[in-house]
């Protein structure tokens, strides 16, 4: 109902502040809200196939990508932006919210069944442990296969080590894509391949999304999300790596290809992540503070990506850049023991 309303207010926008107050709505109640709990849902009420959840999840990104652009070039060439807006908030109020309320039929004992196991496995750990009396929340202590962590509480993650060396490789794909994407005028005259070119080259982007979307969630399900966190920005960095190297037009395909493989591995491998690690009884909030800063990197990169070509940084410099930041980012993932490396220097 919120993004709605925001949509509505979108349409009879009528200043810089409205704007401004229209933008952050938008921006709270759709991409960041829609996604966030969707994603959360999925992780929190699916177990043993969890990653096929997310992934399923997860493909609601490229098929928004490859339609909606079009469904709104159109809308404005025949209606004009306001009523496209207007028409976006009466598909929203009509049809969106009524078949969510549709989907949600049962939750309530969905929710209970989730109480009931996350009851039976607190039970169970503290058997195992031979303390009976001991607290349900706290620090978790996993078995030798890292399974069954308690459930971390907000404050506890913040705590631990593993969250922040986890954060480079989480919020690389964000960062990096956003700020090339942002300055892709820039990097096609750079290359010297065409607009028309490049443009067609984001549906090797979308091909890619679309495809590694489906099978990550099998993936998930069999090695699990966080032994794949290692793994999974690494298309990305030989896109990347392609890209600081080489100019011809099919270089283009292929930097594109890496970050589509990476962006359409990301839902199900993060996301399936974070309830592998620190458990879902609080992964609402866990999984807003990733968000959070995910969001404030990818509003920050094509800042720092225009002031870097300001001074003059070549796109290839920037390219191999961000190849240093993947392996970073994989080496910290590995460093954390999340994927069952015995580092235990990691852990608080």
């Known amino acids: 109902m919120a993004l709605g309303i925001a949509a509505f207010g979108m349409a009879f926008v009528a200043g810089t502040g409205s704007l401004l107050v229209v933008f952050f709505l938008l921006r709270l109640t759709g991409q960041g809200l829609l996604s966030h709990t969707a994603l959360t849902s999925m992780s929190r009420f699916f177990e043993a196939g969890r990653?096929?959840?997310?992934?399923?999840?997860?493909?609601?990104f490229p098929l928004g990508e490859a339609v909606l652009p079009i469904l709104t070039v159109a809308g404005i060439g025949a209606l004009g932006w306001r009523?496209?807006?207007?028409?976006?908030?009466?598909?929203?109020?009509?049809?969106?919210?009524?078949?969510?309320?549709?989907?949600?039929?049962?939750?309530d004992e969905r929710e209970e069944a989730l109480r009931r196991r996350l009851a039976e496995s607190a039970v169970g750990q503290r058997s195992v442990s031979g303390a009976d009396d001991a607290p349900t929340l706290g620090p978790p202590q996993e078995s030798e296969d890292h399974t069954a962590p308690r459930q971390w509480t907000l404050a506890e993650v913040v705590r631990d080590r593993r969250f922040a060396l986890m954060l480079p490789a989480v919020i690389a794909p964000g960062f990096i894509v956003t700020g090339f994407f942002f300055h892709q005028n820039h990097l096609v005259a750079t290359k010297g391949w065409t607009p028309e070119w490049f443009a067609t080259c984001f549906v090797v982007f979308a091909v890619g999304q679309l495809l590694t979307g489906i099978v990550s969630g099998p993936l998930v399900d069999r090695f699990q999300g966080r032994r794949l966190l290692v793994l999974f920005t690494l298309p990305m960095g030989l896109g990347l790596t392609l890209l600081a190297i080489a100019s011809p037009a099919w270089v283009a395909a292929g930097f594109m290809l890496g970050l589509g493989i990476t962006a359409g591995l990301n839902p199900a491998v993060v996301g399936a992540m974070w309830a592998e690690v620190y458990g879902v009884r609080h992964l609402g909030s866990i999984r807003a503070l990733a968000h959070g800063v995910m969001v404030f990197g990818t509003a920050a990169s094509p800042v720092l990506m225009g002031a870097l070509i300001d001074r003059g940084v070549t796109m290839d410099a920037?390219?191999?850049?961000?190849?240093?930041w993947v392996v970073f980012g994989v080496v910290l993932a590995w460093v954390s023991g999340v994927g069952g490396a015995k580092v235990p220097f990691a852990r608080e």
């Open 51 to 60: 990653g096929k959840a997310m992934s399923i999840a997860g493909l609601g």
């Open 83 to 107: 009523e496209t807006w207007i028409g976006v908030g009466v598909f929203v109020m009509l049809v969106a919210l009524p078949g969510t309320q549709l989907l949600l039929v049962g939750h």
């Open 318 to 324: 920037m390219a191999w850049g961000a190849v240093v």
